[in-house]
C-alpha cells in the first residue's frame, strides 16, 4: 500500500498537536505510581541523582547503571518546579514532542510512506508502554529521550554524517549506557563489510564513536561512582544470563511480550521476510537485532525493554513490509488490543501485583495463557492473510 503523497510539516504539526492533546489528556486519568513503595522501581535510583544535583544531598548514593545515566536526572533538575514529578514530566513532554519531527524526516529519508510513517508514530506514541501513558504512569524515568537520540543516530548513519555522530556519543552515552554495545554491533556489521568494500571512512568513524562512547562511559563512571561497587553491564548480563537458563519458560513469556511490544507488525514481517532482509538493512538491522537481544537479556523487563528500541525496530519492520489495503486493515484489527487504549495502568507501588498483569514477563499463569492465546491469534492470521502480495511492489 503506497501513499499518493509524501508527508510534509503539516503532519509534524498535526502529530506535535495530537500528541499534547493524548498528553493532556493521559495526565488525567493515568496517575503516576509511588515509586517508593517498592525499591524495584527505577524511579527510586533516579530521585537520588536527581536529589544530587538539585543540591538536596551531597552524596551520590545511586547504584550501577543509573549512577551513569546523568543526563536526565541533571536536566530535570534545572526544571523550575518544587516537586520532582513534575520536572520529569516535563522534560519527557518536551522530548516527547521532540522525536515526532525527527521520525518523520528519518522515515523519509529512508523511504517509508505516509501512511507507514503515522502508522508507526501512532504505535510508538500511544502504545500503553510508548511515549505517553507507559511515562506518565512512571514518569521518574530516562526512557523518552532516548526516542530523540536513537532516531538522531539513525539520521547520522543513513546520510552518513560522521560529524553528528561523533557529537551525539557523548551525550547518548550519559543517557543511557545502552549506546556502547549499539556501537559496537554496528563495528562488527556493517563495519568490518564496509573495510572489506574499501569505505574505510565510515569503518573508522564507527570505531571513533565506540571509543568515545567508551571512554564517556568511563569517565562518567569514574566522577559519579555507583554504590554497589564491583557491579557493571558484563556482571549483570551474567547473571540474567544464568536466570534465564535456570528458567526456560521465561522464553515463553518473551516472546508473548514481544507480542505485545509489536502485534501484528512483528508476526507479519515473519511471515513475509527471508533472513536475507538483516543483511540488506546493513543499519537498522543489528540496531534491531541488539535491542531484541537487549529484551532477553538485559534484564527481567522484558515488553518495556523491547519497546525502548521501537525506533529501530518500527522503522525496520515498516520499511520491509509489504501489504494491500485489506491486509493492513488486518493488521491493525489485531494489534490494536495490544495497545490498551481505553485502559490505564495501574500503580505499581500500592497494587503490585495488579500491575503485573500487564506485564507478560511478571504476569501469573492465568494472565499467562491470556497473552500465549493473543500471541497464537496474532501469529495464525499473520500466518494465513499477511504475506507478501506476489505483484505488490516494495
Given at each position: 500500500m503506497?501513499?499518493?503523497k509524501?508527508?510534509s510539516?503539516t503532519?509534524?504539526?498535526?502529530a506535535m498537536?495530537?500528541?499534547m492533546?493524548?498528553?493532556m489528556l493521559?495526565?488525567?486519568?493515568q496517575s503516576?505510581?509511588?515509586?517508593s513503595?517498592?525499591?524495584?522501581?527505577?524511579?527510586n535510583?533516579y530521585?537520588?541523582a536527581?536529589?544530587y544535583?538539585?543540591?538536596?544531598?551531597t552524596d551520590y548514593p545511586?547504584?550501577y547503571?543509573?549512577?551513569?545515566r546523568i543526563l536526565v536526572?541533571?536536566l530535570?533538575?534545572?526544571?523550575?518546579?518544587?516537586?520532582?514529578?513534575?520536572?520529569?514530566?516535563?522534560?519527557?513532554?518536551c522530548?516527547g514532542?521532540a522525536?515526532?519531527?525527527?521520525?518523520f524526516?528519518?522515515a523519509?529519508r529512508?523511504g517509508i510512506d505516509?501512511?507507514?510513517a503515522w502508522?508507526?508514530w501512532f504505535?510508538?506514541?500511544?502504545h500503553?508502554v510508548?511515549?505517553?501513558?507507559g511515562?506518565?504512569?512512571?514518569?521518574?524515568?530516562v526512557d523518552?529521550?532516548?526516542?530523540?537520540?536513537q532516531?538522531l543516530l539513525?539520521?547520522?548513519l543513513?546520510s552518513?554524517r560522521w560529524?553528528?555522530l561523533?557529537?551525539i556519543?557523548?551525550l547518548?552515552?550519559?543517557?543511557?549506557?545502552?549506546?556502547?554495545?549499539?556501537?559496537?554491533?554496528l563495528?562488527a556489521?556493517p563495519g568490518?563489510?564496509l573495510?572489506?568494500?574499501?569505505?574505510k571512512k565510515a569503518?573508522?568513524?564507527?570505531v571513533?564513536?565506540?571509543?568515545?562512547s567508551?571512554?564517556?562511559?568511563?569517565?562518567?563512571?569514574?566522577l559519579?561512582?555507583?554504590?554497589n561497587t564491583g557491579?557493571?553491564?558484563?556482571v549483570?548480563?551474567?547473571?540474567?544470563?544464568?536466570?534465564?537458563?535456570?528458567?526456560p519458560?521465561l522464553?515463553?513469556h518473551?516472546?508473548?511480550?514481544?507480542?505485545?511490544?509489536y502485534?501484528g507488525f512483528?508476526?507479519?514481517f515473519?511471515?513475509?521476510?527471508q533472513?536475507?532482509?538483516?543483511?540488506?538493512?546493513k543499519w537498522l538491522?543489528?540496531l534491531t537485532?541488539?535491542?531484541?537481544?537487549?529484551?532477553l537479556f538485559a534484564?527481567?523487563?522484558f515488553?518495556?525493554?523491547?519497546?525502548?528500541?521501537?525506533?529501530f525496530?518500527?522503522l525496520f519492520?515498516?520499511?520491509e513490509l509489504a501489504l494491500?489495503?485489506?491486509?493492513?486493515i488486518?493488521l491493525?484489527?489485531i494489534?490494536?488490543?495490544?495497545m490498551r487504549?481505553?485502559?490505564?495502568?495501574p500503580?505499581g507501588?500500592?497494587?503490585?501485583e495488579?500491575w503485573k498483569?500487564?506485564?507478560?514477563?511478571?504476569?501469573p499463569w492465568?494472565?499467562?495463557v491470556?497473552y500465549a492465546?493473543?500471541t497464537?491469534?496474532?501469529?495464525?492470521?499473520s500466518?494465513k492473510?499477511?504475506?507478501?502480495?506476489k505483484?505488490l511492489?516494495?
Amino acid at each position: 500500500m503506497k501513499s499518493g503523497k509524501i508527508y510534509s510539516f503539516t503532519d509534524v504539526i498535526l502529530a506535535m498537536a495530537l500528541t499534547m492533546g493524548g498528553f493532556m489528556l493521559f495526565n488525567i486519568y493515568q496517575s503516576p505510581l509511588q515509586h517508593s513503595l517498592n525499591p524495584l522501581f527505577d524511579a527510586n535510583q533516579y530521585e537520588k541523582a536527581y536529589a544530587y544535583f538539585r543540591g538536596e544531598s551531597t552524596d551520590y548514593p545511586v547504584n550501577y547503571p543509573f549512577s551513569v545515566r546523568i543526563l536526565v536526572p541533571w536536566l530535570a533538575a534545572q526544571l523550575p518546579f518544587e516537586n520532582i514529578i513534575d520536572n520529569f514530566k516535563a522534560l519527557n513532554l518536551c522530548f516527547g514532542l521532540a522525536w515526532i519531527p525527527l521520525w518523520f524526516m528519518v522515515a523519509k529519508r529512508i523511504g517509508i510512506d505516509r501512511f507507514k510513517a503515522w502508522a508507526g508514530w501512532f504505535w510508538i506514541t500511544f502504545h500503553w508502554v510508548g511515549v505517553l501513558k507507559g511515562n506518565l504512569s512512571d514518569p521518574i524515568t530516562v526512557d523518552v529521550p532516548l526516542y530523540c537520540f536513537q532516531l538522531l543516530l539513525v539520521y547520522a548513519l543513513w546520510s552518513q554524517r560522521w560529524g553528528l555522530l561523533l557529537l551525539i556519543t557523548p551525550l547518548m552515552t550519559i543517557q543511557k549506557e545502552s549506546i556502547l554495545p549499539l556501537l559496537l554491533a554496528l563495528v562488527a556489521f556493517p563495519g568490518i563489510s564496509l573495510w572489506r568494500n574499501h569505505q574505510k571512512k565510515a569503518f573508522f568513524f564507527l570505531v571513533g564513536a565506540f571509543l568515545v562512547s567508551l571512554l564517556s562511559l568511563k569517565l562518567t563512571g569514574h566522577l559519579f561512582p555507583p554504590a554497589n561497587t564491583g557491579n557493571n553491564g558484563a556482571v549483570n548480563l551474567f547473571y540474567n544470563t544464568l536466570g534465564l537458563l535456570g528458567h526456560p519458560d521465561l522464553f515463553l513469556h518473551w516472546i508473548c511480550s514481544i507480542t505485545v511490544a509489536y502485534g501484528g507488525f512483528l508476526w507479519a514481517f515473519v511471515r513475509q521476510q527471508q533472513l536475507s532482509s538483516f543483511y540488506n538493512q546493513k543499519w537498522l538491522a543489528p540496531l534491531t537485532l541488539t535491542y531484541a537481544f537487549f529484551s532477553l537479556f538485559a534484564g527481567g523487563d522484558f515488553t518495556r525493554i523491547a519497546f525502548l528500541g521501537s525506533p529501530f525496530i518500527m522503522l525496520f519492520l515498516l520499511k520491509e513490509l509489504a501489504l494491500t489495503r485489506r491486509q493492513w486493515i488486518i493488521l491493525l484489527c489485531i494489534s490494536l488490543p495490544a495497545m490498551r487504549l481505553g485502559e490505564f495502568l495501574p500503580d505499581g507501588g500500592a497494587a503490585f501485583e495488579k500491575w503485573k498483569t500487564w506485564y507478560p514477563e511478571y504476569a501469573p499463569w492465568k494472565w499467562m495463557v491470556i497473552y500465549a492465546l493473543y500471541t497464537v491469534v496474532v501469529a495464525a492470521v499473520s500466518w494465513k492473510w499477511l504475506k507478501k502480495p506476489k505483484n505488490l511492489l516494495d
